[in-house]
């Protein structure tokens, strides 16, 4: 994949080894819903090691959270929901759901802040997963 590219294929390298997906995202993404990446089909998610790193505190007046998972769900938060943006932390995905994905799975999260405008707030998405290539 070319610098700069977005991750729009499925990511796969020839090795055996934890692959991941990783995207940035602002108190400024307050109402959008972001690509993240696509994993390839029959790859394995690691949930534990999955999730959001907040880098610098999420402040809006009420709420500060973000749901995440496949595009294929309405909601976007197959995996996550509510992951709280309001501390400095890791926030592991928290939905009990398969960890394998059956097809090229587009990862999205989209980001939900209320009350007062946010003014701070950066985070990192984090998705690790195994693809299938032990065949």
């Known amino acids: 994949m070319a610098t700069g590219t977005k991750g729009t294929t499925a990511r ?5 080894m934890v692959h991941y997906l ?5 108190f400024a993404d307050d ?5 993240v990446g696509t994993i390839p089909a029959g790859s394995l998610l690691l949930k534990p090691i ?7 505190v999420f402040n809006a007046g009420s709420t500060n959270v973000a749901d995440m998972g496949p595009s294929t ?3 976007t938060d197959l995996w996550a929901t ?6 400095l932390a890791f926030v592991p995905l928290d939905e009990a759901v398969s960890n394998l994905v059956a097809v090229d799975t587009v990862v999205q999260i989209a980001v939900d802040l209320t009350g007062t405008a946010a003014t701070t707030g950066k ?3 984090v998705i690790a997963y195994v693809p299938n290539n032990d065949g």
């Open 12 to 16: 796969q390298y020839a090795a055996q």
């Open 73 to 75: 769900d309405s909601g």
């Open 82 to 87: 509510d992951l709280a943006l309001g501390a």
């Open 50 to 56: 999955s999730g959001v790193a907040i880098t610098e």
């Open 22 to 26: 990783r995207k940035g995202f602002t």
């Open 123 to 125: 985070g990192v998405v």
């Open 31 to 35: 109402g959008k819903t972001l690509t």
